[in-house]
């Protein structure tokens, strides 16, 4: 069974740094791409970033682009999100997802909110 | 851009669910997916591919157009069918469509 399990969420402060993991089971991890979308009540579904099955490959939307960065250890089969330079409308509640070839997205981790306040 | 009409659609089970999804600029390769949720869950795959059903989703549940529109269609709605449903295309980059919530 395909598994996703987001941590590292919580609250932020403007400006400020939150780093999010995601552990991934049952599935050979490093034959896929990985994204991390988030949802708001106001904005809906954004992708938010993804990265290839070996990590040379990386996207960004672009209202995160130079503060969140995307990345993979395939031997702990984990993808993270560091997430620098927080802004308010970046609270959201994030998902760690499996992307299937840089397209749709097949299986969706729970959830992990993020809140960005002072 | 992504735009879903009805914003509501309310029906009663049995009946028959059309939702539209309809994009501002064509989508190549029918690179078009559905997704259903449920309050306090994440987004399920229904449909990807424009009509490809998603593994475990029941033949009730068909997607089919091309270009800028794009149907999903509920033939005969269960009670746990009672959701939002979200369009994505990931053609250019990847964007969802604003939402159609399912409702008794």
């Known amino acids: 069974e395909v598994q996703l399990e987001e941590s590292g969420g919580g609250l932020g402060q403007p400006g400020g740094s939150l780093r999010l993991s995601c552990l991934a089971s049952?599935?050979?991890?490093?034959?896929?791409?990985m994204s991390w979308l988030r949802q708001t009540p106001g904005k809906g579904l954004e992708f938010v970033a993804n990265?290839?099955?070996?990590?040379?490959?990386?996207y960004y939307v672009d209202s995160v682009r130079g503060r969140f960065t995307i990345s993979r250890d395939n031997a702990k089969n984990s993808v993270y999100l560091q997430m620098n330079s927080l802004r308010v409308e970046d609270t959201a509640v994030y998902y760690c997802?499996?992307?299937?070839?840089?397209?749709?997205?097949?299986?969706w981790g729970q959830g992990i909110l993020v809140t960005v306040s002072s | 851009v992504l735009t879903q009409s009805p914003g509501t659609l309310s029906l009663s089970p049995g009946e028959r669910a059309t939702l539209s999804c309809r994009a501002s600029q064509s989508v190549g390769g029918r690179y078009l997916a559905w997704y259903q949720q449920k309050p306090g869950q994440a987004p399920r795959l229904l449909i990807y591919?424009?009509?490809n059903r998603a593994t475990g989703i029941p033949d009730r549940f068909s997607g089919s157009g091309s270009g800028t529109d794009f149907t999903l269609t509920i033939s005969r709605l269960e009670p746990e069918d009672f959701a939002m449903y979200y369009c994505?295309?990931?053609?250019?980059?990847?964007?969802f469509g604003q939402g159609t919530r399912v409702e008794i």
């Open positions: 049952g599935f050979t991890f490093r034959r896929y791409w």
């Open positions: 591919h424009t009509s």
């Open positions: 990265i290839n099955e070996v990590g040379r490959e990386k």
């Open positions: 997802v499996r992307d299937v070839d840089h397209g749709h997205f097949d299986f």
């Open positions: 994505q295309q990931y053609d250019k980059s990847k964007t």
